[in-house]
């Protein structure tokens, strides 16, 4: 095949420039007339087998790469909020099942996509249910742990977050072809099937929803593979002005004085971190250095920023280390800033650079995992999911923003640090101004949650067993 480079130049003065997406009309002719490229394009072959390679999303066809990413966020808002509150309506289990099985069956349809619609469609259905799944999973995680084990249950969920984001690069690396990765970071969700015969339903939800007799089977089944007895005597429904079986909505949470303003703020929290989270991580291709490195790199400084998160949230509250970590973010974004490529004598900078972004990027996912617990935290039981769904349903808003912020970049190397510098400064202002949830039960109903904000809601009354008197054993089994 030939390879054909055009060069022009609009003056003789000038120097000839190449250009990778024209070609000219009549080479012969002494005119610097050209038209797109009629013989198609030549790869660079670095990264191996790409999208981009594959249906030639280049020149004036560019963007279809950051749309798809933009289309993969959109399917992560659609997920969060539809998935969550189908999780408070059908129960965390079965909605964790089944948003995992269609996140399996997209992704594989995906492995073998035609054309760049059909992978684009595709891509948002994957994040749709794996963003639903997710939420539906990690709600029940909360749900299953008293206050002082909390924090510590979602370390694990976190550190295997950064895992995967560390195993990626590798696989990357060493097998360059897009459709086999996809095939091999779907397998492993087949391992989800036991979830079948070994997952159990939130406990919360079943009191909450008035099927005890089920939360009793469960907690006595914990109870003897922790080899003590407990009585189940004392665990009765929920019993408020509420009618029994109802179905919660956004619009209730909208109703209930306090919970309104506080998720509205959260949402331009979750929204805000998102967007440094991910307008950080994916600017880090335009980094110095390796990009297999960079990413390796990404997941690398998350395990440290899970184990601060977990240590600072249990000893120190969620309120004060997130607004802790959001200055931390803050400051290396406008240390960045300030930071030139080389000195004066010529010294490149390009490590230290590379070294705030992630420092920022550190911060900023420490901050992330704590506003998780506290979210859950915040929220019902009769609208946790819903709650944790919109505050996702706006992280991915920021997530959409993100590729732009980098693309702006390029051409205005300011845009990041200081909008995300700032934005940090106001996260951890505003969060300043939230209650406190550190050792705290959680709020079953709406009616409740007035109580549960001004510290009225202990372990035992109403929260964290579903039950307004439970016994002293009982407490530490849900704790």
């Not at 802790?324 to 930071?339: K, P």
């Not at 944790?388 to 702006?408: C, E, V, Y």
């Not at 035992?460 to 530490?476: A, F, I, P, V």
Request: glycine share 8%; charged share 15%.
């Amino acid at each position: 095949m030939e390879r054909h480079v055009t060069l022009i130049r609009n003056d003789e003065d000038e120097p000839w420039q190449a250009v990778t997406c024209n070609q000219y009309v009549n080479f012969s002719e002494a005119s610097n007339e050209t038209i797109k490229c009629q013989d198609g394009y030549w790869y660079d072959d670095t990264y191996g087998h790409t999208i981009v390679m594959e249906w030639d999303i280049v020149c004036d066809r560019s963007l279809l790469v950051q749309l798809s990413s933009t289309t993969f966020f959109a399917g992560k808002l659609v997920g969060a909020l539809v998935i969550g509150v189908l999780a408070d309506i059908f129960g965390r289990k079965w909605t964790l099942i089944v948003a995992n099985l269609l996140f399996m069956a997209s992704a594989i349809v995906q492995c073998f996509a035609n054309s760049y619609i059909m992978f684009a469609v595709m891509r948002f259905f994957v994040a749709t249910f794996a963003t639903g799944g997710y939420l539906a999973g990690f709600t029940l995680i909360c749900e299953s742990v008293g206050p002082q084990a909390r924090a510590w249950v979602t370390l694990q969920d976190g550190c295997f977050w950064a895992l995967g984001l560390m195993i990626l690069p590798p696989i990357a690396y060493l097998v360059p072809d897009w459709r086999i990765i996809q095939i091999i970071i779907t397998v492993p969700m087949s391992f989800m099937f036991i979830y079948f015969c070994l997952l159990p339903e939130s406990m919360h939800w079943l009191i909450a929803n008035n099927r005890t007799d089920e939360a009793k089977a469960i907690l006595t089944k914990a109870a003897k593979m922790n080899g003590t007895e407990i009585s189940t005597a004392d665990l009765t429904p929920i019993t408020h002005d509420e009618d029994k079986g109802r179905k919660y909505s956004l619009i209730d949470v909208y109703k209930t004085p306090g919970l309104r303003v506080l998720g509205t703020i959260l949402f331009f929290i979750w929204t805000a971190d998102s967007m440094v989270y991910y307008g950080l991580t994916l600017g880090l291709q335009n980094q110095s250095g390796n990009i297999y490195i960079n990413g390796f790199l990404t997941g690398v400084v998350e395990i440290p920023a899970i184990l601060i998160a977990i240590l600072a949230a249990g000893r120190f509250g969620r309120i004060k280390s997130l607004s802790f970590f959001h200055v931390c973010s803050g400051i290396a974004m406008i240390v960045l800033y300030f930071t030139p490529l080389k000195t004066a004598a010529g010294t490149d900078l390009g490590w230290l650079k590379q070294t705030l972004v992630l420092t920022g990027k550190c911060m900023i996912f420490a901050a992330f995992r704590v506003l998780y617990i506290y979210t859950a935290e915040l929220y019902p039981t009769v609208v946790r999911n819903t709650g944790l769904g919109m505050s996702s349903s706006a992280a991915r808003i920021g997530g959409m923003i993100a590729p732009m912020t980098i693309a702006l970049q390029r051409h205005y190397p300011w845009v990041q640090p200081v909008l995300f510098g700032g934005i940090a400064f106001v996260c951890a202002i505003v969060s300043l101004f939230f209650p406190e949830s550190k050792d705290k039960g959680l709020s079953e109903t709406l009616e409740e949650w007035a109580d549960w904000k001004a510290g009225r809601l202990s372990v035992g009354n109403g929260g964290d067993g579903g039950t307004k008197e439970l016994g002293e054993e009982m407490k530490q089994m849900v704790s």
